[in-house]
């Protein structure tokens, strides 16, 4: 016992009293995010679904390859009918229009290289048909997989959409 000495007995008085240094999470290298700008819609509606693509990195977001799909309750319900319209790009001089809007490969959408720190956001309409199935949420799931310009890379997901109830009036 007399072996230990001063800083081995208070690293454990601090450890016993919960006051020794913790380990903070970093942020993951890529996160991808996703608001709607409305929670409800009615058949014949339609709501905007923003991705937003967020570069945690020291390094540019060189390349970006995302799935959308809808989840498995979404799926459950066949009397739900939608599909993915229009779909722009947020840049510096407003909007800009994009392609592939899913179900594969939305990552092009996102533009030109994403530099550290820095965020695009892709909006995609989703229309609900005038006939659709009424009292039912319409979600999805994307998994992504981004490069980053010193050859390291990320895989992400699944991450959740918010989901749409469609009701009927």
């Not at 058949?43 to 989840?71: A, C, H």
Request: charged fraction near 10%; include cysteine.
């Amino acid at each position: 016992m007399r072996r230990f000495g001063l800083g081995a007995v208070l690293a454990l008085a601090l450890a016993v009293f919960g006051l020794a240094p913790t380990a903070s999470a970093a942020p993951a290298p890529a996160e991808l995010t996703f608001t709607t700008d409305s929670a409800t819609t009615t058949p014949g509606g339609s709501v905007k679904l923003s991705m937003t693509l967020t570069n945690n990195n020291t390094y540019d977001v060189w390349f970006v390859y995302q799935t959308i799909e809808p989840t498995w309750l979404t799926t459950q319900r066949p009397d739900l009918k939608y599909h993915f319209s229009g779909c722009s790009l947020t840049t510096a001089n407003g909007a800009a229009p994009c392609t592939g809007t899913g179900p594969a490969n939305l990552g092009g959408n996102y533009g030109t290289t994403i530099p550290p720190g820095q965020s695009r956001t892709v909006t995609l309409t989703l229309d609900v048909a005038a006939d659709s199935g009424c009292n039912g949420n319409i979600g999805f799931y994307s998994y992504f997989y981004a490069e980053f310009s010193d050859s390291t890379n990320v895989s992400g997901g699944p991450v959740y959409t918010p989901v749409t109830r469609v009701l009927c009036s």
